[in-house]
């Protein structure tokens, strides 16, 4: 599931669902919307700046649309609060996840 609001500071709600069918939520908030150019969006805001009430804040994501001899590249790039938080975050499946997404957004891409 997902809803976005993307404005900066429009809200991010997405829900990833594992392979055992946990739910997920991941709300965030957008800080800066490039147009076809840059997201960077963090999970310490829950939308229209409202801080997060449960669990704590742990990244700001930076995603970024280059164009590369008529391709795109796409770059993710996770700047964490600490080390304990950087490494959570590869424990919950952080580069297999977020490859996953590259992937997906590929084959959407080759379909438009």
């Not at 993307?6 to 990833?16: D, F, H, K």
């Not at 999970?43 to 930076?62: E, N």
């Not at 600490?82 to 084959?107: I, N, R, T, V, Y």
Request: hydrophobic fraction near 35%.
């Amino acid at each position: 599931m997902a809803e976005v609001d993307l404005r900066v500071g429009g809200a991010s709600r997405i829900v990833m669902q594992a392979p055992d069918g946990t739910e997920i939520p991941c709300p965030g908030t957008y800080l800066e919307i490039v147009p076809n150019r840059k997201l960077v969006f963090t999970d310490a805001y829950t939308g229209d700046w409202m801080p997060k009430t449960s669990g704590k804040p742990f990244m700001t994501a930076i995603i970024t649309f280059d164009d590369e001899d008529g391709k795109t590249r796409y770059t993710a790039t996770v700047r964490h609060w600490s080390a304990e938080d950087k490494k959570a975050h590869e424990d919950m499946g952080f580069h297999g996840g977020w490859g996953q997404c590259a992937d997906q957004l590929a084959a959407l891409a080759k379909k438009i």
